[in-house]
Nanobody
Framework: QVQLVESGGGLVQAGGSLRLSCAAS????????MAWFRQSSDNERQFVAA???????YYADSVKGRFTISRDNAENTVYLQMKSLKPEDTALYYC???????????????????????WGQGTQVTVSS
């Protein structure tokens, strides 16, 4: 089974940028739908972005135009480039992977955390105002 390790979180001022990495082992990222979720205190895990096996990309409305998800098959890593960060982006960011066709092809499955089988440990992003 695939193991996921996130890195790249930190403390940044509003308007700043960060790039998160999700390094995979035990599996190939292009064989999974790969996604980023985030969770702030007292909230459910919230969909941020996903990249399908085909390479098609989806974003939550709240991050469109500011965040970019990408996949490097040679490095077996998925990235989340975050720009114009806002205090409301503060959260623990998780990388997730799922091999199922439903999660890959059906949007309502793709945006729900419970449909992902594999998770990293999370990396904290804090945006100060």
């Amino acid at each position: 089974q695939v193991q996921l390790v996130e890195s790249g979180g930190g403390l940044v001022q509003a308007g700043g940028s960060l790039r998160l990495s999700c390094a995979a082992s035990g599996g190939t990222v292009s064989d999974y739908v790969m996604a980023w979720f985030r969770q702030s205190s007292d909230n459910e895990r919230q969909f941020v972005a996903a990249i399908r096996q085909s390479g098609t990309i989806y974003y939550a409305d709240s991050v469109k135009g500011r965040f970019t998800i990408s996949r490097d098959n040679a490095e077996n890593t998925v990235y989340l480039q975050m720009k114009s960060l806002k205090p409301e982006d503060t959260a623990l960011y998780y990388c997730a992977a799922d091999p199922s066709r439903l999660t890959d092809t059906v949007n309502s499955f793709r945006i729900r955390a419970l449909n992902y089988a594999y998770w990293g440990q999370g990396t904290q992003v804090t945006v100060s105002s």
